[in-house]
């Protein structure tokens, strides 16, 4: 079948793929931007966008169980509330994550060439494009390894810092300086950081007995990432302090700096740089497989749908999504992206949950579940800078018109789903 995927990974893949989705450059870059807004709140900004994480978490699992097919959120969309919610949230999708793509690019340059970052970024998008054109198992080994080498990285601050007579734990206390609107900032910002989870979701169509495997993975990779994120913001506030947090560019490396171990500072960076590539070797694969999923369905090039008779991927998505990455990341500014990426992915989840809601099995579980990341994700998506917010509206409204344009007038009512 030409256009079916191979079902090859397990638990642990599944597992693997999004804890090195979400175990990114987030944790190495979110914390100042998110410090400067919730000043000694920051750590109850990291609550809330954990909160906010875990009820999507649950939201995706639960309608990736019940179609397990690549596309995610395009899909449940697609299939509870109608056509027009699906490709929405495939549209804030792929333009989210593509965005996401080119911020991850652009932190791999800027942390090993910061006078080369856009060549460096346009070759690391070549290269891994390259890794996911070979097949989805390779893409997990190697997503293995980043995972191993990120992990390693980040347990070294966390020692170092800790151990140090840097470290004091009366740092963590909350200020005065504390308001809510600074902590849903801080969580808007932060959720940049957990953003990934639902990569397991997207690759739905090549989990092994996806109805149990993926609803197992999902939470398992949100815990992990959260008790490391967690250890991680613990270490650096009691080093640096809220203030110092928000006045560095590089708080993790300057946090090492302080402990006194000079030595580490290079690693940290270069674990920066192998945590991005892990996120965009993740990223490029679910945007690949949502991309696929709306050719299938003619929202994009049918020619996209086209899956590589040899290797079982998307190989014309996968080369479309790298090319556009590589342009982006060529010539855009990285806060830029980040803010980009983050609306159009909570509008993605937003979709999600508003699916969820309608699920019938576990009704007042996954309802309450639904409801409160539905409204944590609107609530975050308009805490964000009124231009990021302004700009992703007008591409969610381009997407819409396109969608309108395709349907035809006469078919309006029924394609969006009402």
Known sequence: MAHTLQRSLGLFDAVVVGVGSMVGAGVFAALGPAARAAGGGLLLGLALAAAVAYCNAMASARLAARYPASGGTYVY???RLGPFWGYLAGWAFVVGKTASCA????TVGVYL???QAHAVAVAAVVALTAVNYGG???SA???RWIVAVVLAVLAAVVVASLGSGAADLGRLEPGTDVSVGGVVEAAGLLFFAFAGY???????EEVRDPGRTIPRAVPLALGIVLVVYACVAVSVLSVLGASGVAGSSAPVADAVRAAGAEELVPVVRVGAAVAALGSLLALVLGVSRTTLAMARDGHLPRGLAAVHPRFRVPHRAELAVGAIVAVVAATADLRAVIGFSSFGVLVYYAVANASAWTLVAGASRVRLLAVGGL???LVLAFSLPL???LAGAAVLAVGALLYAARAGVGGQRDRWGM
């Open 77 to 79: 969309g697609r299939e």
């Open 103 to 106: 911020a991850m690019a652009l």
């Open 113 to 115: 060439w910061p006078g």
């Open 136 to 138: 989805v198992q390779k």
């Open 141 to 143: 080994l190697a997503t």
């Open 198 to 204: 639902a990569r397991i979701a997207t690759l739905g």
């Open 375 to 377: 409204v944590g994700c």
């Open 387 to 389: 231009g990021t917010v």
